[in-house]
């Protein structure tokens, strides 16, 4: 079984407990990945873990809702209550704290309008929601074009995300050809140098070739 730390934080709104489950280390190459073109990656597992890692913090939700008062908050800003080690493949207790909700896109959409967010928290918000608008795609199946408002969460995106930076140059590829600009998408990814990012980037550029502009699943 394998063992992980859990983190129990207190929402600051109805202070019931908010379970965080973590896995220290940067291998997320010994659990099963569902890893997607738009930088989403999920693990395989009736628990909901979270990499504590160079490689994965980046990625990791920040802003989640309470699923006691469905209220969004930030897990950073929650007091930590308890932390304790726990295992893979234990009999949930009638007493264990409950795991946090995700928000779906529009949630996030609507969290923007807050004008008082730090530069870094928007743009957090604006990758999350990027993700969970393709989730709609990834849980039906579907190959649905993008709304209005996922558009222009992309066409924000794509200037924010640095080229000189691998992780974000895939991600810019990737925005521009959900978008359905495959010129731009395949400039930055046809030359890849040498990285971990590499297979994703030659993913999105085959998809960018046969001007696929809908999120894929990809191996890694």
Known sequence: MQPY??????????KAPIKQTLIYGDDGNLYNLNCWTDGKTEIRS?????????????YQPRIVLCRTCESAVWLEDLKTIDEIEDWHGRSIRPNDPLPYLIPPFERYMAFLNNAQLPEDRMLHIRLFAWWGGNDYRRIRKVDAPLCDLER?????LVNE???AVVEDRVLKAEAY??????????ALVKDFPASRAMHHAKTIYEHALVKCAYVRQWNP
């Open 5 to 14: 730390t859990v983190r129990v934080r207190e929402c600051e709104y109805c």
């Open 46 to 58: 009736t628990i909901m873990f979270e990499f504590q890692s160079e490689t994965f913090s980046k």
């Open 152 to 156: 222009s969460n992309l066409n924000f």
């Open 161 to 163: 995300f640095d080229d």
């Open 177 to 186: 050809r959900e978008l359905g600009q495959f010129d731009k998408c395949i």
